[in-house]
């Protein structure tokens, strides 16, 4: 079944740690993005990419950092986590409409909600 | 001023109503625009899409663009418990990847 994984679901870690969301997906898409999501607050766009060895930053500023290097692999990676990490980090994918007509549906995974104490 | 704003509700309906949410917007480049739907605890799933003005209807859902007015509308007929999430508008001006999104509206549906 055609779907984007993110894992792990719940992290709890304590300042200063290295640590890795891990996000895949099956749906054969080329473009992946991650974005965060604060409680009652808007998603924001941290990082995309279009496709392997492609990655962007997005709008909001992060001290996170990606790599594409599998089309289907997308993971997010923080060397030193601070409590101001502490958010709901959603990774999603997008692909291409009928007849090969861009689109810009992007679906999202379950996930990460990371807490750093 | 935001380019997307939503009324972030709460809002409580009883089983059975119509229930309307809104998102004005300030960009008049949006052309495409999304609706979705994020249960508590989990990813934002997608129930609507739909390009430029108009109408687009799917099941009890029905999506309203008003490009003139820059206001966007998703109504739900027949509202069920099941229908309880937060939606979340989006909107997207095309040529980037940059969605644009609501702080979305909290809806309960009471049984």
């Known amino acids: 079944e055609a779907d984007i994984y993110q894992t792990p679901r719940y992290l709890v870690i304590g300042t200063g740690k290295k640590i890795t969301l891990e996000c895949s997906q099956t749906?054969?898409?080329?473009?992946m993005y991650w974005y965060q999501q604060d409680p009652g607050m808007e998603l924001h766009l941290i990082h995309y990419?279009?496709?392997?060895?492609?990655?962007e930053k997005g709008d909001l500023s992060s001290e996170s950092t990606v790599s594409r290097i599998r089309t289907e692999h997308f993971p997010l990676t923080l060397e030193s986590a601070r409590p101001s990490h502490t958010s709901q980090y959603l990774c999603a994918s997008s692909g291409w409409g009928d007849r090969g007509v861009v689109s810009y549906e992007q679906y999202f995974g379950p996930g990460t909600r990371l807490t750093v104490t | 001023q935001k380019e997307v704003e939503q009324d972030p509700g709460p809002l409580s309906v009883p089983e059975g109503a119509i229930v309307s949410l809104n998102c004005t917007y300030s960009?008049?480049?949006?052309?495409?625009f999304m609706w979705y739907r994020q249960y508590s605890r989990k990813g934002p799933e997608l129930l609507m899409y739909t390009y430029s003005s108009g109408n687009k209807e799917d099941g009890r859902f029905t999506a309203q663009v008003d490009k003139s007015s820059k206001y966007i509308s998703l109504f739900i007929r027949d509202s069920q418990p099941s229908d309880s999430a937060t939606y979340l508008c989006a909107m997207n001006q095309g040529g980037s990847e940059k969605l644009v999104f609501g702080k979305g509206t909290k809806l309960t549906v009471n049984p």
């Open positions: 749906m054969g898409h080329d473009k």
């Open positions: 990419s279009y496709g392997v060895n492609s990655t």
């Open positions: 960009n008049s480049a949006f052309q495409y």
